[in-house]
Structure formats: structure tokens, C-alpha cells
């Protein structure tokens, strides 16, 4: 199995401000997806995190407002940028190898 | 109509009783049916998987797959208090780009009272 830490684990946010999401593998892993869970919804994605090149976004989520990184195999980056109340809500990470793994998540409240 | 449909509850049962826990779908392409469970503040962890039709058992759970009525169900037998948590059906179409990209149900809050 695959082993995905997430920093921070909450965080509390002014509007307008941007927070970047760490996550981390324990070992490679073929794709990574980052994934918004708002309460009492089902799992949205975002994207898929792309190593070393641009991200691959889902409908109604674009690159200034989320942009991701992933450097390496292990290791991917999640920014909301410019944030507002209705960005508050837990973001996932995830990683595909025999199955998929999910992160912990990160709790973020904007105020 | 979303894709996936699950009640969300919360299912609130007694230590002991048979759990049944369901989602519907509405695309037939889908084949590949997923269980995950969630514990409050926790990431969602796999918990069944099956492929097309049938059933599979795994000690205290059982994964039900009817295709024909697109309706996937998880048994959960002499519940236990820790299996209070949220479950999460997912499914995915092999044939959608290659990729591995489930899709979720909203999942459904599950709480086992001793």
C-alpha cells in the first residue's frame, strides 16, 4: 500500500489569500489527483497532477485559481489562490498504484 | 440526474445488526464498482472491490453488484461500533480515456450504537 501525507492538515484563511497544499508519497506512484470534499458531497476532482508538466483540470476548475505542481513521481503542490468563503472545504490527495490512495485531507475555513 | 446516487443518512443502527448500504448509477458503461470507507478526519481507504456482476465476501462485508438494475449494495454483518464511519460507493468505465478515475457517491454516514 502507499503511505500520502498532506501539509497543512487545517489551516484558517483570510479572503483573498492563497494557501499551498503539500502532499507526499512513500513511494511512486502512477498518477496523482487532487480532489475537493465539501461537506455532505461526494468526492470532486479537480485535476490530475501531471509530472513536470501542466495539470489536467476538470470542468469548472482552471489553472489560476488552482494551480498545481508535481515535480516528481512523489510529490505534488495544490495553491487556491484569491480565496473566498466558498473555497472553504477539505482537499485531497491522491495517488493510483495497484488502487487508489487517498491523503488525510486539509481542512480549510476562509473567513 | 447525477451519476451516481447514495444516501447520504446518517444510517444509525444497533451493535450487532445487519448493515445494508446502497447507490444506484445511471451510466451502464461503468464496471469496475469500489467501496470506500471514511473515518471522521481521515482520508477515504478501499474497502471492496468488484468487477461487473455478483457478489464477494470479505470476513464481515459483502459487496453485491446488479448490473441489470444498476444497483450496487455493501452488507455489513454483526456490526461493530467502529464501524461507525462514512462509506463511500465509487465506479469507474475502463473504457473512459484509460485512466483511473472513479466516480464517487456523495457517501453515506453509517453509526453503530453500542
Known amino acids: 500500500s502507499a503511505v500520502i501525507s498532506q501539509k497543512p492538515s487545517r489551516d484558517i484563511c483570510q479572503r483573498g489569500t492563497s494557501l499551498t497544499i503539500q502532499c507526499q508519497v512513500d513511494?511512486?506512484?502512477?498518477?496523482m489527483f487532487w480532489y475537493r470534499q465539501q461537506p455532505g458531497q461526494s468526492l470532486t476532482l479537480i485535476a490530475t497532477a501531471n509530472q513536470g508538466s501542466e495539470a489536467t483540470y476538470e470542468s469548472g476548475f482552471v489553472i489560476d485559481k488552482f494551480p498545481i505542481s508535481r515535480p516528481n513521481l512523489t510529490f505534488s503542490t495544490l495553491t487556491v489562490s484569491n480565496m473566498s468563503p466558498e473555497d472553504s472545504s477539505i482537499y485531497l490527495c491522491?495517488?493510483?498504484?495497484?488502487?487508489?490512495?487517498f491523503g488525510p485531507g486539509t481542512r480549510l475555513t476562509v473567513l | 440526474q447525477k451519476e451516481v446516487e447514495q444516501d447520504p443518512g446518517p444510517l444509525s443502527v444497533p451493535e450487532g445488526a445487519i448493515v445494508s448500504l446502497n447507490c444506484t448509477y445511471s451510466n451502464s458503461a461503468f464496471q469496475y464498482f469500489m467501496w470506500y470507507r471514511q473515518y471522521s478526519r481521515k482520508g477515504p481507504e478501499l474497502l471492496m472491490y468488484?468487477?461487473?456482476?455478483g457478489n464477494k465476501e470479505d470476513g464481515r462485508f459483502t459487496a453485491q453488484v446488479d448490473k441489470s438494475s444498476k444497483y450496487i449494495s455493501l452488507f455489513i454483518r454483526d456490526s461493530q461500533p467502529s464501524d461507525s464511519a462514512t462509506y463511500l460507493c465509487a465506479m469507474t468505465d475502463p473504457q473512459s480515456g484509460g485512466s483511473y478515475i472513479p466516480t464517487f457517491g456523495r457517501g453515506t454516514s453509517l453509526i453503530v450504537h453500542p
Open positions: 513511494s511512486q506512484v502512477t498518477m
Open positions: 491522491s495517488g493510483t498504484r495497484d488502487t487508489q490512495y
Open positions: 468488484t468487477y461487473s456482476s
